[in-house]
């Protein structure tokens, strides 16, 4: 079967795992998910996700906390939908390695570019946790970060809306969809689909970002087989 991308990497909030729960991991959303990544795998993409943790512990909610302990605590909780993530993933007959930007060595590798880039080539599907270890950071800057490292063709960002809007549709019902855009319109026009840091890091590194709905998660596979899904940025 042709495929799209060879190697990709995947973006997930930790909202996308709480379904309409809102908070914690929803077992059927994550089930669903997990479901897709192991069909790309078995049609020979090599597969790493970086996973957020807004659904155990969002920055804002420590607004009276000192910024960096607000952020390593965000860091730990991207650790949780890691190990939800792996188990899942290895349930299913899916190889996988989570690694963390913190050492935690009891229940991860440490981050190792040689040994992540390893991984994909054998196959495995490579989890990265904690974002880029360092606070002030966030996971959409961690994914872009680690896309350039391990040399991934492309990031697939899973959102809740079904791809990049002039506004936010759930509050301006005249919000247009743009099936194709710049990084610099993207940062011009100050849209928030990822932070102005991890925007600049795909836009210097020439890596295209292609923005969905993960309500279906389908719609990974969709992108694989090389369907017009969402928006693409680049």
């Keep these: 079967m042709d495929i799209a991308y060879k190697r990709i990497l995947l973006k997930l909030s930790g909202e996308a795992l709480a379904g309409e729960r809102k908070n914690g991991i929803d077992a059927k959303t994550l089930a669903n998910i997990c479901d897709k990544v192991k069909e790309i795998v078995e049609m020979g993409v090599q ?21 960096t302990t607000s952020d390593y605590m965000g860091m730990l909780a991207t650790t949780i939908n890691g190990l939800a993530l792996q188990d899942a993933l290895e349930s299913r007959g899916i190889f996988t390695r989570l690694q963390t930007a913190i050492e935690m060595r009891e229940i991860a590798e440490p981050y190792i570019k040689r040994k992540a880039t390893k991984h994909l080539e054998k196959g495995r599907v490579v989890i990265f946790a904690c ?8 996971t959409d800057t961690g994914a ?6 391990t040399d991934s063709e492309v990031i697939l960002l899973a959102k809740t809306i079904d791809g990049v809007y002039s506004a936010d549709p759930k509050e301006d019902k005249n ?10 319109d993207i940062l011009n026009k100050d849209l928030k689909v ?12 020439n890596i295209p970002l292609v923005v969905f709905g993960i309500d279906d998660p389908e719609n990974i596979v969709r992108i694989i087989k090389g369907e017009k899904i969402g928006t693409l940025v680049k």
């Design 47 to 67: 597969v790493s996700i970086v996973v957020g943790g807004g659904n155990f512990w969002r920055g804002r909610y420590g607004h009276e906390m000192e910024r």
């Design 131 to 138: 974002g880029t270890g360092n606070p002030y950071f966030s």
């Design 144 to 149: 872009a970060l680690r896309a350039a490292e």
């Design 175 to 184: 919000a247009v969809k743009y099936d194709e855009i710049s990084y610099l």
């Design 194 to 205: 990822m932070d102005s840091t991890a925007t600049s890091l795909c836009r210097d590194n």
